[in-house]
């Protein structure tokens, strides 16, 4: 893969609240030469707030496979493109301030449950396969 595009599309934060409503739109970029792939849950994405513009450092409130069921399992052909389309997530604010969190983030893995066996190989390096959106946050 070379490029993971998942920018938040709507919703922001709210400090005291557990139920913040996050929507992405994440499409997964391969690489001109990458091999297709057919299967039953092949993708994870996980959603983590950060106060890093690119997702460094520690991770707060990760969700581990925010895509369902038929987005996991998408096809990707030979050099192209897997457009998951939009992604619904719920953000805990329940025990965060905004002041820790200026970023929401997605990063784009093997799922460790696929039968398939496969390598997802990032290029040039694994830093491609997360993206970063700012997000806007208050109090109530």
Same mark, same amino acid.
């Given at each position: ?57 520690? &991770? ?12 996991? +399992? ?23 301030? =905004? +002041?820790?969190?200026?970023?929401? =983030?997605?990063?784009? &893995? ?16 694994? +830093?491609?396969?997360?993206? =970063? ?8």
């Amino acid at each position: 893969m070379k490029q993971l595009l998942a920018p938040l599309e709507d919703g922001k934060l709210v400090e005291t609240i557990r139920t913040n409503t996050l929507e992405f739109d994440v499409t997964a970029i391969a690489t001109e030469d990458s091999s297709g792939i057919v299967g039953n849950d092949l993708w994870q994405v996980t959603m983590f707030g950060s106060s890093d513009p690119d997702g460094l450092g520690y &991770e707060l409130q990760p969700q581990v496979q925010v895509l369902n069921r038929r987005q996991a +399992s998408m096809d990707l052909e030979p050099g192209g493109q897997i457009e998951y389309g939009r992604v619904r997530v719920n953000f805990d604010m329940s025990s965060i301030s =905004c +002041s820790q969190i200026d970023y929401v =983030c997605m990063r784009l &893995e093997k799922n460790p449950s696929t039968k398939r066996d496969y390598t997802l190989t990032a290029v040039p390096d694994e +830093s491609v396969l997360q993206d =970063c959106s700012e997000v806007n946050c208050g109090g109530l």
